[in-house]
């Protein structure tokens, strides 16, 4: 996955995350970590105004932070998302 991050693309393993920047992206998500953020389906989305909304609690979208939540989202054995779950989370994509 990536991320495009001001002019640039970096990779999206958010544990080396910061190694692949340079110094303007790697302030940039300092000043903007306070966001929840997600990636599905090789896209980012910014959940954060809609993180007390979440059906299954804040804490739920909260531990997804910097991941990638397509296998989550798609896993039955734990909980089907209906259509509705993919059109909300669709408003939130910033990338």
């Known amino acids: 996955h990536y991320c495009v991050v001001g002019h640039r693309s970096v990779t999206l393993v958010w544990s ?3 190694q692949d920047m340079g110094h ?7 000043k903007s970590n306070s966001r ?6 090789e896209k980012v989305y910014d ?6 909304r979440h059906p299954g609690g804040r804490e739920v ?9 397509e ?4 896993n039955y ?16 994509c910033i990338g």
């Open 61 to 69: 979208l909260v531990s997804c932070n910097g991941k990638d939540v």
């Open 16 to 18: 080396v995350f910061l």
């Open 77 to 92: 054995n734990t909980h089907v998302h209906s259509k509705a779950a993919y059109s909300v989370l669709e408003k939130y």
């Open 36 to 41: 929840i953020r997600v990636v599905f389906d």
């Open 47 to 52: 959940v954060t105004e809609f993180v007390d």
């Open 24 to 30: 303007a992206e790697e302030n940039y998500l300092r």
């Open 71 to 74: 296998a989550d989202m798609q």
